[in-house]
């Protein structure tokens, strides 16, 4: 077999180029610090690296909800603690008014105070984060939550229903709350049952919000009075309580004096004051009632009372029912912060156990991905040295020629 002088060059220069081509991957794993620039350089691990980087980012993807989450609660938690300061100064300015001695200007002054208080609530109840997006509409971020209607009420817009944002593969956290858990599923009265006073009511009598004795018999039920004046100038005050139906729970008759108890049914109340023949109350189960119209119900009470002892009776048993509305939406609202508050401390748990997962996920694509220094650049010299052998060999292989011997 012959091999002519062009042949022999021509695989002297291949051999050279091989070794540059293998001098030049090493040399770009060393700048770069990357062992694999395309799948065929080791598909196994190609593959591997694909699939640690997609957990990466979807980690990483968690991670941005977790942040996201964490803003929107953290406004509500804001919003919900302006509410509680502005409910509660509406408590004092309710106890403030309260009082048989002040005037009808000052208790326009508490009313008129108590408006604009009412208009800051229901601004804050319209609030929205940083997107737009309504904190308190439920799933309906894009309604405004709370409106006037014309009989001078609130209508919610909004639906039930919570939002929620992936921050674990198997975990989803709420990051709002609707405006009806809020604002609008509060019970009025106790909690169990609300007292009201007839308007048609003659004499100046209060009726205390009462609590549970046992279990209250859900029903509606009337506690009428019944007054006759005796020849030695006394009254004999008699009192019944019927339930809806009619039926007597207590018999017609039974004595009362002002102050005592008045126990049926669970129920455990008293009222004080002048009781006229013929007055009544009404003791209702406990309805779910907003904080709007419970102000509102307020500053009707403040500013259509007049002074007489009838008038200051009702708005004290308005005032009695405003407080235990306020106190129940306060002790609602002070759940609903908690329970961001739970949902923030959770964020924070899992954006830990995200954070060492993606660590230990960089470290096994560190593994599979990055350069071994030692080893690259060992095999660097190795490479460098066979090609400039590849190169002293072409040189000398290059001067040879049959001319030479003849």
């Given amino acids: 077999m012959r091999i002519s002088t062009n042949q022999e060059q021509q695989r002297a220069v291949n051999a050279m180029l091989e070794q540059q081509k293998e001098l030049s991957r090493v040399q770009q794993q060393v700048a770069t610090g990357r062992r694999i620039f395309q799948p065929s350089d080791d598909p196994v691990a190609s593959a591997k690296i694909i699939n640690l980087r997609d957990v990466l980012g979807t980690t990483q993807q968690y991670q941005d909800n977790i942040a996201a989450s964490r803003a929107r609660l953290s406004m509500e938690e804001g919003v919900l603690g302006n509410v509680t300061d502005v409910l509660q100064r509406i408590r004092e300015l309710t106890v403030a008014g309260n009082n048989d001695t002040l005037t009808s200007e000052d208790r ?67 990051t709002s709350d609707s405006g009806s858990e809020v604002f609008r599923n509060i019970k009025d009265g106790n909690g169990s049952f609300t007292v009201l006073d007839n308007v048609e009511n003659r004499g100046s009598a209060i009726i205390s919000p009462g609590n549970i004795v046992g279990e209250f018999e859900t029903g509606t039920y009337a506690i009428s009075f019944s007054k006759t ?17 009619g039926q007597e729970v207590v018999p017609t008759g039974t004595s009362y004096r002002s ?38 119900r307020l500053i009707n009470g403040l500013e259509g009372m007049d002074d007489k002892s009838q008038g200051r009776a009702g708005l004290h048993n308005e005032i009695n029912r405003t407080l235990m509305g306020l106190d129940n939406a306060l002790e609602n609202i002070l759940k609903t912060r908690a329970n961001v508050g739970a949902r923030l401390n959770a964020l924070d748990g899992q954006e830990e156990i995200n954070s060492s997962y993606m660590l230990q996920i960089r470290e096994s694509l560190s593994k599979v991905e990055d350069l071994d220094y030692s080893e690259a650049v ?17 040189t000398r292989v290059q001067g040879i020629s049959l001319f030479n011997y003849l």
Avoid at 137 to 166: C, I, M, T, V
Avoid at 259 to 288: A, C, H, L, Q, W
């Fill in 108 to 174: 326009g002054f508490i009313a008129e105070e108590i408006k604009q208080l009412l208009s800051e609530v229901f601004n804050l109840a319209n609030s929205s984060d940083s997107t737009g997006e309504f904190l308190f509409s439920g799933a309906k971020s894009k309604f405004k939550p709370f409106d006037r209607n014309n009989e001078n009420g609130f209508n919610y817009n909004g639906d039930d229903a919570q939002r929620h944002l992936q921050i674990a593969p198997q975990r989803q956290i709420a």
């Fill in 229 to 245: 004046m005796l020849p030695d100038g006394s009254a004999d005050l008699t009192y019944k309580v019927i339930d809806e139906s």
């Fill in 259 to 296: 102050g005592d108890s008045i126990v049926f049914k669970g129920v455990n109340t008293y009222i004080d004051g002048d009781i006229e023949d013929g007055d009544m109350f009404i003791v209702r189960p406990s309805e779910n009632q907003d904080v709007f119209t419970t102000i509102q």
């Fill in 378 to 394: 060992s095999e660097l010299n190795l490479k460098l040295t066979g090609l400039e052998a590849s190169q002293k060999a072409f």
